[in-house]
Structures are given as structure tokens and as C-alpha cells.
């Protein structure tokens, strides 16, 4: 089973686990990229994604293309794009699989090729008023 989304909603890591649950999993594997207040010791007050019209296929394709090349059951991946709260998941990752080792190396093969390939944008506002946009997530 594999999931991989761009969404709105709310997500979580837990949340996602649960999707995959299954008595063949040994491991399981998880990866949550949240929101935090500060950014280059600066304090941020508040941070939007934009996402591409192409991000929900991108984000598909990655998914599926490494979940093909490591030996795993399942597969949920889901990144957040609007304003999102301090505090609250932005991008999320959870593979199942036997063992440990490919769940582990799935898990961090998706969470960097998704940062690298995904085409979406993390706008900043600062609590000095000043902002930044970057690139990748």
C-alpha cells in the first residue's frame, strides 16, 4: 500500500502509522518535519508552503519510485502546503517493512529526494519584519 499526498489538512505521524498497521511489520519506520519558531537564529512568526499544480504527481512519483527499490510493505507520505501553526507537521513520512534496515533506508531516501525534487516553496516572516522565501522544503 503506498500513500503520498499534498494537502491542506492536518497531518501526523501517528496518524499515518495507523493508516499502515499490519501484522507482517517488524518495523516502522517515521520521519516528522515540523514547524519551529526560529530559522538562522532569527524568530519566525509565521510560514506559508506553496506548492506547484504539479506537486501531487511529483510527490507521487517519488514515492512509489523508492518505495520500488527497497524491500518494504507499505508507504504513507504526505507534505502540507498554506499557513501552517507553529508547532504543527509540515511533511511526514512512515514506511513498514520486515526488518529495520529498509524501512530506515526508505524512509530517509524519501525525506531527502522529496526536499531535493518537490516543487514547493516555504515563505517566512520574521518577527523583525523582514521575510524570506526558499526553495525547497
Request: hydrophobic letters at 45%.
Amino acid at each position: 500500500m503506498i500513500t503520498a499526498l499534498v494537502t491542506k489538512e492536518k497531518i501526523s505521524v501517528d496518524s499515518l502509522a495507523e493508516s499502515l498497521k499490519t501484522n507482517q511489520a517488524g518495523a516502522v519506520a517515521s520521519f516528522s518535519g515540523d514547524v519551529r519558531d526560529n530559522d538562522a537564529d532569527k524568530s519566525v512568526k509565521s510560514l506559508t508552503y506553496e506548492v506547484h499544480p504539479s506537486a501531487q504527481g511529483v510527490i507521487e512519483e517519488i514515492t512509489y519510485r523508492i518505495a520500488a527499490k527497497h524491500d518494504v510493505i507499505a508507504v504513507a507520505v504526505a507534505h502540507r502546503y498554506g499557513e501552517i501553526a507553529m508547532g504543527e507537521t509540515a511533511f511526514a513520512v512512515v514506511v513498514t517493512a520486515v526488518h529495520r534496515g529498509p524501512a530506515f533506508a526508505a524512509c530517509e531516501e524519501i525525506v531527502s529526494t522529496v526536499k531535493e525534487e518537490l516543487p514547493i516553496w516555504k515563505y517566512q516572516v520574521f518577527a523583525d519584519g523582514t521575510n524570506e522565501w526558499v526553495n525547497s522544503a
